[in-house]
């Protein structure tokens, strides 16, 4: 079919974006590549078999150094934190008062990762990913409870004393 084909899928999917990393490159250019793919990622809403592949590759490429060798790699837990806020828009809340799609994408495509990880059995990786993951998950969390608690403080009204009196004792000892 071509491009011009009526009959030609009009919705066709773009394959997951990954940078390209080698795994002798300085750490700053991994983060860098790593931050891109979190980016990617997040906005990937159909994560097929091959972008999989692809991503586990280049997850290989970035953790694959040596444990406790200069060239070992660990994320940086702020840059996260930045993406996934930098993702979020607040203009852009559903009704439910969650966060964008982009940043609950981010935290289901990195699940599916894991699966895909754990069914090929490479515990190096694995460990590695599961701190990768947990920090997502961690500010996919933190994240719901900041947009909750603002929603909330919100509706506190004249209206809803005994609401509001239990709010304002949260995080009181």
């Not at 809340?93 to 940043?103: C, I, L, M, V």
Request: aromatic share 6%.
């Amino acid at each position: 079919m071509s491009d011009t084909d009526p009959e030609a899928p009009r919705n066709k999917r773009e394959p997951l974006a990954i940078p390209a990393i080698e795994p002798s490159s300085p750490l700053i250019e991994k983060q860098a590549a790593l931050d891109t793919f979190l980016r990617n990622l997040s906005m990937n809403q159909t994560m097929d078999e091959e972008d999989a592949r692809r991503a586990i590759d280049f997850l290989r490429m970035i953790y694959g150094g040596e444990s406790g060798s200069e060239n070992e790699f660990r994320h940086s837990h702020a840059s996260i934190f930045e993406i996934m806020v930098g993702d979020y828009d607040p203009d852009a809340k559903r009704p439910d008062h969650q966060p964008n799609f982009t940043t609950t994408q981010l935290a289901n495509n990195i699940g599916l990762l894991q699966a895909v990880i754990e069914d090929e059995g490479d515990e190096a990786l694995m460990r590695k990913f599961r701190k990768l993951k947990d920090h997502v998950e961690l500010e996919h969390k933190r994240i719901n409870y900041i947009v909750r608690q603002n929603t909330s403080s919100l509706r506190c009204s004249p209206s809803s004393t005994a609401w509001c009196a239990k709010t304002d004792r949260i995080g009181e000892s």
